[in-house]
């Protein structure tokens, strides 16, 4: 299942350096507005230490990680909604994406400019937000205007979406995000098609700055705001030191964590990428072997035979059964063998509800 998070904000608030440190890829970070154009894509494995230990268990030959994708999309501005600043351009990248991370600047430094030539983050997300609201009321109100025919011809499907576009354009003209609107399932499946910028879930990622001048750490008033601004509306978000992860990124593992220690660097990549799989309320499963230990992404709440479509489409009208043990079970008992003896594999079928951490093998 290939995932893609947007990584977007205001210019040189951080976004190509955080791309930097996900993916340890060499984009260009330079301290000046829209130096980034063309998004560029990193492929992250999903840190899960489950995965290495059952790899140890079966002695498998490979390990296959779950990922997310992640897009550098260049810094938005105000006014990008009317193409202010390459804004369209960046605005149909977003678009392709399914979630967006928002990276706020919650950090002051004399050296690094600011497009407001003031630090304060939630004024940088009203910008960032507004900008996506009147792109998307744009199309909202462009696409109503030609349902309309198809309205007056008695296309149900029309029907359907015009009813869900009324209701997200009166949300849209009041500031707010497409997807607070509680839509009728056949209004979203409509609307859907449209892939508006405001339906995509969004995770703020606040970007402080290791021995800088944090706005958390000074108790700042901007800060309190802040706080108050991601409680009310619900936000999922976390803390990064973009600059210091970028900088270690090529160290070892050991070294690297333990030279964040010495810094006493606070949230981190990994809760980035993580924050990003939670974003999409996805979990994962396992098969495991001697050939192969891989972890499959899948949606919550999908059943055994749509599960099984990870790995193959044919796996949903092929299936016949699924053998479910939950991994600590599995590495608990020390193998199958043991984990059959105990009664801990189970045999489950089409309705079985696939749960975060099975190791599954799939009869068809």
């Known amino acids: 299942m290939k995932i893609s998070v947007g990584i977007v904000g205001l210019p040189n608030v951080g976004k190509s350096t955080l791309f930097n440190a996900l993916t340890a890829q060499s984009v260009d970070a330079a301290n000046y507005p829209f130096c980034t154009i063309d998004p560029s894509v990193g492929i992250v494995k999903v840190p899960d230490p489950r995965l290495d230990a059952l790899t140890q268990l079966s002695v498998s030959a490979k390990t296959v990680p779950a990922a997310v994708e992640f897009v550098d999309i260049a810094g938005l501005v105000k006014g990008a909604s009317e193409g202010q600043g390459l804004g369209n351009q960046f605005l149909s990248h977003i678009r392709e994406v399914d979630a967006i991370g928002h990276v706020v600047r919650i950090f002051e430094d004399d050296n690094i400019l600011h497009v407001s030539n003031r630090i304060d983050p939630v004024e940088d997300i009203e910008v960032i937000n507004l900008e996506l609201v009147l792109a998307d009321l744009q199309v909202v109100t462009k696409r109503l205007g030609s349902v309309e025919r198809d309205v007056k011809a008695g296309l149900k499907e029309a029907k359907h979406e015009q009813a869900g576009l009324t209701k997200i354009k009166a949300a849209l003209e009041a500031g707010q995000a ?27 990622i606040l970007n402080a700055k290791s021995g800088g001048k944090n706005l958390d750490e000074m108790n700042d008033e901007r800060w309190t705001r802040l706080v108050e601004f991601l409680k009310s509306s619900g936000s999922e978000y976390v803390l990064v030191d973009a600059s210091t992860e970028s900088d270690v990124r090529s160290m070892s593992a050991e070294d690297r964590a333990a030279m964040l220690a010495d810094l006493d660097v606070r949230g981190g990549i990994n809760d980035v990428i993580l924050g990003g799989y939670r974003l999409l309320d996805l979990i994962t499963y396992f098969t495991t072997g001697a050939d ?73």
């Open 292 to 364: 192969e230990t891989r972890a499959w992404t899948i949606a919550r709440n999908s059943t055994a035979p749509v599960a099984g479509t990870a790995i193959h489409t044919d796996f949903y009208d092929k299936f016949i059964r699924a053998e479910v043990v939950f991994w600590q079970d599995l590495i608990d008992s020390g193998g199958y063998a043991k984990a059959r003896e105990k009664g801990l594999v189970r045999t489950e079928g089409k309705e079985y509800i696939v749960k975060d951490g099975d190791v599954i093998e799939f009869k068809i």
């Open 178 to 204: 497409a997807r607070t609107v509680t839509l009728l399932e056949d209004e979203e499946k409509e609307v859907k098609k449209l892939t508006l910028l405001t339906t995509k879930k969004m995770m703020y």
